[in-house]
């Protein structure tokens, strides 16, 4: 790997430095080659291996820990940082830099008592999540690997370390603008510096002044709406929106009690410390305006009130348009230039919400659902998806205005094939994750981790082979919660 060190040269006091404690008998569990490509690394081997598990240090790296804070579960927490993840710093790739941080590499100053480890259930979880958010085209950050050691650790019983090696475009957060508002003294100069620096690394296309400003927050808060209409779309809950959890390139990472949907269920929680159900799924979308307001907040001192606010009126009409143009090509809906854009979007989103709320009254799966789209013959009133429906009458109401809107079909066969390109086969169901924890766990078989990562980057094809991943969970593995030590 070949380091740049932007962050650590021109950001002094927005970090600690410290360096990663090694883990015993380490061995790769994971590798993706997709994300190896991103910063120019070829196959794993010996060398990369130590000092990826933090055995030996890496030629070029820095080693540091960011500081920030966050709003969690809606009350302010002044002072996070990076408690247990160690940034290496920025690995020059063909498309540009990355940051490659260890995710359980001990120890930092922000770890709050903790140990700073990873646990191997979670360093999976956070590996596979970021294989399949990215093959299902949603903005994310990536994990080269996961890294299996012997090392006890600690949680609600003994478990053993491991190490995740996450890529992230950059780890600037919401949070890093809070804590230099409100915790910093001198906290103007500070928001200038590190949002001057955000812009020049990040968004070069903007200029580091007053203009340049009033821009960068709009394409923050649409970047964010972009993310959450993608997992809205896609059935996707994160399960801890904190500020401390947000991106400011709008990429989904953080990755704790996440979980796809199995089931249609508008209010699903994945998070078991989620009592009140601040993060479930259909809360997403207010939870991610929320947060650009507390992040508009820590901007006042630099940017005018007038200029935020404009900038957060668009999230939700950027949020809507995304998540309809998203639902219109998994529904096979196309442009009707008989409407103006505002009011067939708004007709559209109601035939699009009428689906979901026929899915969660008959409790259905809501990926093998869209995926019987490629099975539809839009000319029939028969399809595969009436078969599955208690309520057929309401339906067939349904059915009768979708196809009206869907119109006729040249080629069935093209039709079919492109629903199909657009509402995956696979999704990473967390049962499926949690078979595969177990077989590491009680075997020492990564056997079955494998497979589902390879399944995963390939969500869209038939793979026969693999048909019983796509089956819906058993009964014990419908719904499964987790908690943010998962």
């Known amino acids: 790997m070949r380091f740049k060190q932007d962050f650590f040269e021109q950001l002094d006091g927005f970090y600690s430095q410290v360096y990663p404690q090694g883990i015993s008998n380490p061995h790769w569990l994971g590798w993706s080659d997709d994300a190896a490509k991103l910063i120019g690394l070829d196959k794993p081997n010996d060398d990369l291996l130590m000092q990826l598990s933090a055995n030996a240090a890496a030629p070029g790296a820095s ?195 996440f979980a796809f949907l199995d089931s249609f269920k508008e209010d699903f929680i994945c998070n078991h410390s989620d009592h009140e159900g601040r993060y479930a799924f259909g809360q997403q979308p207010g939870v991610g305006l929320w947060n650009l307001k507390r992040l508009a907040q820590a901007l006042t001192p630099i940017i005018p009130s007038d200029d935020l606010i404009a900038a957060l009126n668009t999230y939700q009409p950027c949020l809507v348009s995304q998540y309809v143009s998203l639902m219109r090509a998994k529904l096979g809906l196309s442009a009707d230039n008989d409407l103006d854009n505002s009011a067939q979007e708004k007709q559209d989103l109601a035939l699009i919400s009428q689906f979901t709320v026929m899915l969660e009254n008959n409790q259905l799966d809501y990926s093998n659902s869209l995926r019987k789209m490629g099975l539809i013959d839009i000319s029939s009133q028969h399809n595969p998806l009436r078969d599955d429906m208690l309520n057929v009458s309401e339906f067939d109401s349904w059915y009768q205005v979708y196809q009206a809107r869907v119109g006729s079909v040249a080629d069935v066969a093209v039709w079919q094939r492109q629903r199909n390109l657009h509402n995956p086969k696979y999704i990473l169901r967390n049962y499926l994750a949690q078979e595969a924890i177990i077989d590491i766990e009680e075997k020492g078989d990564n056997s079955k981790l494998l497979k589902l990562q390879q399944l995963l980057t390939r969500p869209y094809d038939e793979q026969p082979e693999m048909d019983d991943f796509a089956k819906r969970p058993p009964d014990w593995g419908q719904g499964l919660i987790m908690s943010c030590s998962s």
């Open 63 to 257: 080693y540091y820990a960011q500081v920030y804070s966050g709003h969690q579960f809606g009350g302010y927490t002044p002072r996070l940082g990076d408690g247990r993840s160690i940034i290496l710093g920025e690995a020059a790739g063909p498309n540009g830099a990355w940051d490659v941080a260890l995710k359980g590499g001990g120890p930092t100053p922000y770890s709050r008592q903790g140990d700073g480890r990873a646990v191997m259930r979670s360093a999976v979880r956070e590996f596979l999540v970021s294989e399949a958010l990215a093959a299902l085209s949603v903005p994310t950050s990536r994990a080269l690997a996961v890294i299996g050691s012997d090392l006890p650790v600690w949680r609600e019983s003994q478990e053993t370390a491991a190490i995740t090696v996450r890529l992230a475009k950059s780890h600037i957060r919401f949070g890093h603008f809070e804590y230099f508002c409100y915790s910093e003294k001198g906290a103007p100069d500070k928001l200038t510096q590190l949002l001057n620096f955000t812009i020049t690394q990040h968004f070069p296309h903007l200029t580091a002044d007053a203009a340049g400003y009033k821009q960068w927050f709009v394409e923050v808060v649409q970047a964010t709406a972009k993310m959450i209409a993608h997992w809205q779309a896609i059935g996707f809950a994160h399960g801890v929106m904190n500020t401390d959890n947000m991106s400011i390139l709008g990429d989904t990472f953080d990755f704790g009690p």
